[in-house]
Nanobody
Framework: QLQASGGGLVQAGGSLRLSCSAS????????TGWFRQAPGKERDFVAF????????YYADSVKGRFTISRDNTKNRVYLQMNSLKPEDTAVYYC??????????????????WGQGTLVTVSS
């Protein structure tokens, strides 16, 4: 139901924009998070946007470089990634929380996940 796209290979210092689309779901009603998972590591929080896009939160490691945004008319959520570093290399996932309580930084509160898109940053 969720599909992340836009990943690829980029040199350090470059930019990518990831997109998350939903089928059978209206993004405008839901908060959305981005997570990433590097090889051999746990899935980490990257960014979060409430349903309206008025508030966003970021991991310290990406603050000032990444921007989460959304276009609810197009049913899409984006992650603009600038000044990319090799340590940003990971599979990136978009996710929507379940109906219960959750903390936006914790992956276990998210019920719906996209399939992930690979971002590789070369040095």
């Amino acid at each position: 139901q969720l599909q992340a796209s836009g990943g690829g290979l980029v040199q350090a210092g470059g930019s990518l924009r990831l997109s998350c689309s939903a089928s059978g779901r209206t993004f405008g009603s839901y908060a959305t998070g981005w997570f990433r998972q590097a090889p051999g590591k746990e899935r980490d929080f990257v960014a979060f946007s409430i349903w309206s896009g008025d508030n966003a939160y970021y991991a310290d490691s990406v603050k000032g470089r990444f921007t989460i945004s959304r276009d609810n008319t197009k049913n899409r959520v984006y992650l603009q990634m600038n000044s990319l570093k090799p340590e940003d290399t990971a599979v990136y996932y978009c996710a929507v929380p379940g109906s219960g309580s959750y903390h936006y930084m914790k992956s276990d509160g998210y019920e719906y996940w996209g399939q992930g898109t690979l971002v590789t940053v070369s040095s």
